[in-house]
């Protein structure tokens, strides 16, 4: 079960985790960032749209809006640059959410429409929680692209993100 603090904490390790993950991508040349490396979304930059269009999916959800369409494979920016200021924004727009939500929010059910018109009702804590879980998935298969590239992939570990400081 979620509560607003897991989700707070969440939206924030989201945040931290897409900025280590951009920063290092940044160093790739765009092509490098484009060569297919066999993920679900075939390269880097694929994968960083699909998380994009992901969130605003269920961002739209979350906040009662119409879905965006075009699909799960959709590259929202061909720029990498505009690719990266969006995902800032995206992340914020995430933390604006997670910190305005109630545990009464939190259990409620949220009704929805998927791409293929099919309506679900679903727990929203359970629904936040995949949105969640869906980033780190995606977040995952980037990390590895970035070292099959050639690079040093950020360290993702939670607690280490949230607690840098080593105990005295």
């Known amino acids: 079960m979620s509560t607003p603090a897991h989700c707070q904490m969440m939206a924030r390790y ?37 998380i994009m269009v992901g969130d605003r999916v269920w961002m739209a959800r979350f906040e009662g809006s119409t879905a965006p369409s075009g699909g799960l494979d959709a590259i929202l920016y061909e720029d990498f640059a505009d690719l990266r200021a969006a995902r800032l924004a995206e992340d914020a727009r995430i933390n604006a959410y997670a910190a305005d939500l109630t545990q009464e929010a939190l259990d409620t059910d949220l009704t929805s429409i998927n791409s293929a018109g099919i309506r679900f009702v679903d727990p929203l804590n359970q629904l936040v929680t995949h949105m969640f879980n869906h980033q780190t998935h995606h977040r995952g298969q980037v990390h590895h692209m970035l070292s099959d590239a050639g690079l040093e992939p950020p360290s993702l570990d939670m607690h280490r993100i949230l607690n840098p400081t080593p105990a005295a």
């Open 14 to 50: 989201n945040r931290i985790a897409n900025e280590r993950v951009y920063e290092v991508a940044a160093q790739l040349s765009d092509a490098d960032r484009r060569t297919d490396r066999r993920a679900f979304f075939g390269s880097i930059h694929g994968t960083l749209n699909h």
